[in-house]
Nanobody
C-alpha cells in the first residue's frame, strides 16, 4: 500500500522559508515521478512542482526561483524548499506520486496523495 505523509508546514512571515517533507512508503521515490500541489482557501488545487524519476524538475511560473524540489533516495522522501515566501503562497500543500509518469502538471497524472500540510504566510 502506498502512503505519503507530508510535514513541515506552519506559520511564517513573508520573506521567510519553510521546507516541506513527503515521507513515502510502498513506492520508491527514485523510480516514480513525485509532485507537489497546493490548494488555497476557496480555490482549486493547483500544480506547484514535480521531480521525475530521471531527476528532471519542473515548476509553475509563480514559484520559479523561489521553490526547489528534491529527493533523498535513502530516506525515500521528497522535499519542497520554499524561500522568499509570499502571502499568496498560503495554502494546504499536498504531495503526490505518479505511476504514469506523464501529465504531471495535472491532478489526474497522480494516483496517490498525502493528506496535506498547511502553510500560512503572514504579511
Amino acid at each position: 500500500q502506498v502512503q505519503l505523509v507530508e510535514s513541515g508546514g506552519g506559520l511564517v512571515q513573508a520573506g521567510g522559508s519553510l521546507t516541506l517533507s513527503c515521507a513515502t512508503s510502498g513506492r520508491t521515490v527514485s523510480n516514480y515521478a513525485m509532485g507537489w500541489f497546493r490548494q488555497a482557501p476557496g480555490k482549486e488545487r493547483e500544480f506547484v512542482s514535480f521531480i521525475h524519476w530521471n531527476g528532471n524538475t519542473y515548476y509553475t511560473d509563480s514559484v520559479k526561483g523561489r521553490f526547489t524540489i528534491s529527493r533523498d533516495n535513502a530516506k525515500n522522501t521528497v522535499y519542497l524548499q520554499m524561500n522568499s515566501l509570499k502571502p499568496e503562497d498560503t495554502a494546504v500543500y499536498y504531495c503526490a506520486t505518479s505511476g504514469r509518469g506523464f501529465g504531471l502538471t495535472y491532478e489526474r497524472g497522480y494516483d496517490y496523495w498525502g493528506q496535506g500540510t498547511q502553510v500560512t504566510v503572514s504579511s
